[in-house]
């Protein structure tokens, strides 16, 4: 069994593609499923290791932790570990050390998020004279992460903040909450609308490729207008 996770998803999606590929070079059916998709019946019938016609296959379920806690949770978890089948199970979040423990995976993929990418999120703010520190922390960030993922956490950053300034209920750990309602305090609400709809716009021409510049070109322009 083959286990990737980890809330740095672009990466652990890449490695994801990966073994696709090379499941597709050797010659291996691969089915491939959400967990909110199978229920125990399914999930049994899918354990088989070859098909009617012999050959290798491979099963990647997606997700499995997001699931509801439930007595069909832990079976079907049981049932994966005990199982001789090739399996891959590609998660979004970290696991913790008891869940893997559980599965007896024989290779384990963890991708994490850099601390700079949170550096730089904490760090945003519309006053001028933190330009050039935002600036400098983005640049690490898109380095030791991803310049589409650290635009995919800008845009989160900035609804959990246009939440906070507008009296909604920002949920997650309390520190997490207090850090938000703190940088909040230092927007206007008027100015967190004025970059989401920066953003939205930006997320519509990177997927029409109607950028002329690069992504992360793009959110440092943003930024300096911030």
């Not at 909450?177 to 230092?186: L, S, V």
């Not at 920066?198 to 690069?214: F, G, M, P």
Request: hydrophobic share 40%; proline share 1%.
């Amino acid at each position: 069994m083959i286990i990737i996770h980890g809330d740095n998803t672009i990466l652990s999606r890449t490695k994801l593609v990966e073994i696709l590929e090379n499941a597709k070079e050797n010659n291996t059916l691969v089915e491939r499923f959400n967990a909110s998709q199978l229920d125990i019946p399914t999930l049994e019938s899918k354990l088989q290791k070859t098909d009617l016609f012999g050959h290798s296959r491979m099963l990647i379920i997606e997700e499995l932790h997001s699931q509801t806690r439930s007595k069909k949770l832990n079976t079907m978890i049981k049932m994966l570990a005990s199982s001789s089948m090739n399996l891959c199970l590609w998660e979004k979040r970290q696991l913790t050390s008891s869940m893997l423990k559980k599965l007896k995976a024989d290779q384990v993929f963890e991708f994490k998020l850099a601390n700079s990418l949170f550096t730089w999120l904490d760090s945003l703010s519309p006053q001028e004279s933190t330009k050039v520190k935002q600036i400098k922390f983005f640049q690490q960030a898109v380095q030791e992460n991803d310049e589409y993922m650290c635009f995919i956490m800008l845009a989160r950053q900035v609804r959990l903040l246009i939440q906070a300034t507008s009296g909604g209920q920002v949920k997650g750990p309390f520190f997490v909450i207090n850090k938000i309602n703190q940088q909040a305090k230092k927007f206007t609400l008027k100015r967190l609308l004025w970059l989401h709809d920066q953003l939205h716009k930006l997320d519509k021409e990177v997927k029409t490729s109607a950028n002329k510049i690069s992504l992360s070109q793009a959110v440092e322009l943003i930024l300096l207008k911030l």
